[in-house]
């Protein structure tokens, strides 16, 4: 019992790591020992020298994959779930599904009263009855007066054309008479010119006289002052007097040259402007006399007579396309109106509802609950719809592996209710963490079932084995079958025949490889399959004692006895042929386990 212990407290070392491996392995050795105990109950009792004895456990060798691995429990759900909800206070009338029953996209699930609904359809179809029946009268009207305001802007159009034909008519003979005094008019004009250049030349030549004249008052009176104290009676000669008086008589003479040049010269001008004067009176009076005749000033008052009433018949046109286009956006908007009249948010939201007190399943499924009850209001969900063919299974990953994995990878999916192993894929990883604190951390995650007929129910629990890494085709053994020997050397123990009716193991040297948390590859020129490798490296742990009463009839086959009188010395146990795994690393294809 000791080397029993032992071997537990190898087991209970790992419990930290491997909780739910330990949970896993707990509830088969539960079942196991139930199942023995049954069956001890109903088999007959053994002879008193088979009830005791002891074993090796042994693996036999054999090749598979070495997967590494994470375990994790959760909870089958549908991935494809969906609720059938109402947010109307109405009581429910008819109930169409139960718990259990497969609907299609589209079907009824139930329906609610909408009686009173009803009414308060009617109602407001009446109020909108009402109101488009205004809407029209209001729209008639428009209609009435943009037909008054085209009539309207029609007769101003026509007011202007007439005006305006008026108007060319005027200017027309006024443009005519303008022609046939043309002639006249430019003489007058000419005569008018001459005369207004005949006067700048007087002016100037008058300009030039007052000059002239002012030059000579100024050398008078010079001359005049020296004569006048050369002439006086006190006068006193000096010499250059006579030479001085000399010349401001000289320069009095030219000065009054000049002015005499002068006033000759605006006498020419006067004479020049008097006649030129006279020819622009007559051209003026040939004009008028031409004009009388043909009448042009009548015509020119004529002209700009029509001009102003052309002027104002084009106001009234302009005024009259304003009111019309006033006219025409009044009678848009009454049809807007009455368009929109027929138009009701109340009455649309109402008939909505009326609609929605159909509820219908939103997808194609299984009807897995059903809260509507009829002469209630449905509170929460009518009906929840899952559908069973698209499953996952709802898991947690510790703290401490969230590194190892990642969305994609490949999953085992076992449960008690099917016993076929099913293939899922990772499919999401929560990217924050729940709980914490004193206890470590978790992040929530989904594994995707792919295989279509799974036999998986939602709502029950599952386990998944999360694959990290598989190594292909592979001898592998427990960690506890390898040893080292003096050199160094990793070995395991292989059985090479019996002693005295005890197993006979020799050691064998290999090379380790890729391992996980129970098993770990190994290779050697000497590894065949079919080799029967001793479970542990130490003889004593791999030694376990045999109680014979517990044993069941047709156990005996697989024990090789030590003695041929009875089970007085050690027996090996043949391994199951399915192999063992379990916990961070199981192996699937891995070596048979003995005992």
Not at 26 to 55: D, E, H
Not at 266 to 289: G, I, N, P, V
Not at 566 to 582: E, K, R
Request: charged content about 25%; overall charge negative; aromatic content about 4%.
């Amino acid at each position: 019992m000791s080397k029993v212990k032992t071997a537990l407290g190898r087991v209970g070392g790992s419990l930290g790591r491997h909780k739910k491996a330990l949970i896993a392995a707990v509830l088969i050795l539960a079942v196991t020992v139930a199942g023995l105990w049954y069956f001890r109950m109903r088999r007959p009792a053994l002879p008193a020298a088979a009830q005791g004895g002891s074993y090796v456990r042994t693996v036999t060798l054999q090749k598979g994959n070495l997967d590494d691995s994470i375990s994790a429990s959760g909870t089958v759900e549908s991935s494809d779930v969906s609720n059938v909800t109402t947010d109307l206070k109405y009581t429910v009338k008819t109930v169409n599904v139960q718990v259990g029953d497969m609907v299609e996209a589209g079907d009824v699930i139930c329906t609610l009263d909408t009686e009173s609904l009803e009414k308060s359809i009617e109602k407001a179809k009446e109020a909108l009855a009402d109101s488009m029946a205004q809407a029209e009268k209001t729209y008639q009207k428009a209609q009435e007066s943009l037909a008054e305001a085209q009539t309207k802007t029609s007769e101003a159009k026509t007011d202007m054309d007439e005006a305006q034909s008026a108007k060319d008519d005027a200017w027309s003979a006024y443009d005519s008479a303008c022609s046939k005094v043309s002639s006249f008019q430019t003489e007058a004009d000419d005569a008018a010119a001459r005369q207004e250049n005949a006067l700048s030349a007087l002016n100037d030549a008058m300009a030039v006289t007052a000059q002239k004249q002012t030059a000579y008052n100024d050398a008078y009176g010079a001359w005049k002052t020296e004569s006048d104290r050369q002439l006086a009676a006190d006068y006193e000669p000096a010499e250059g007097d006579a030479e001085k008086l000399a010349g401001l008589q000289t320069a009095m003479n030219n000065a009054q040259a000049q002015l005499d040049a002068a006033n000759e010269a605006q006498t020419k001008a006067q004479e020049s402007y008097d006649q030129t004067s006279l020819q622009a009176q007559e051209k003026q009076k040939a004009l008028s006399d031409a004009q009388s005749t043909v009448g042009l000033t009548g015509l020119q008052t004529a002209y700009q007579q029509a001009q102003a009433a052309y002027e104002q018949a084009q106001t009234a046109y302009d005024q009259a396309v304003k009111n019309q286009e006033t006219a025409q956006e009044t009678c848009d908007d009454a049809l807007e109106s009455y368009n929109k009249s027929g138009e009701s948010d109340e009455l649309a939201d109402l008939q909505e509802q009326l609609e929605q007190c159909t509820l219908t399943a939103e997808t194609s499924g299984k009807v897995t609950a059903v809260n509507a009850t009829v002469g209630s209001m449905i509170e929460g969900a009518a009906a929840t719809i899952q559908n069973t063919e698209s499953l996952k299974v709802a898991i947690t990953i510790p703290e401490y592996d969230i590194e190892s994995v990642k969305v994609g990878m490949t999953a085992r999916i076992t449960s008690d209710v099917t016993d076929k192993e099913v293939n899922g894929t990772l499919s999401q990883i929560s990217p924050t963490a729940t709980g914490g604190g004193s206890s470590s951390s978790s992040f929530a995650a989904e594994v995707t079932v792919d295989d279509a007929d799974s036999g998986l129910l939602i709502g029950t629990n599952a386990k998944v084995e999360i694959i990290l890494s598989t190594t292909e085709d592979v001898f592998t053994v427990p960690l506890d079958a390898i040893g080292e020997n003096e050199a160094g050397e990793s070995v395991i123990y292989v059985q090479t025949g019996e002693e005295n009716g005890e197993p006979v193991f020799e050691e064998m040297a290999v090379t380790v490889g890729e391992e996980n948390d129970y098993y770990a590859q190994i290779s050697g020129a000497e590894l065949e399959e079919g080799l029967v490798v001793r479970a542990s490296a130490n003889a004593d742990e791999a030694t376990e004692e045999l109680d014979m009463g517990t044993m069941m009839p047709g156990e005996m086959s697989g024990m090789a006895p030590a003695e041929e009188g009875g089970m007085q010395g050690s027996v090996v146990i043949a391994a199951p042929a399915d192999g063992g795994g379990g916990g961070r690393g199981g192996m699937a294809g891995g070596p048979a386990m003995g005992g």
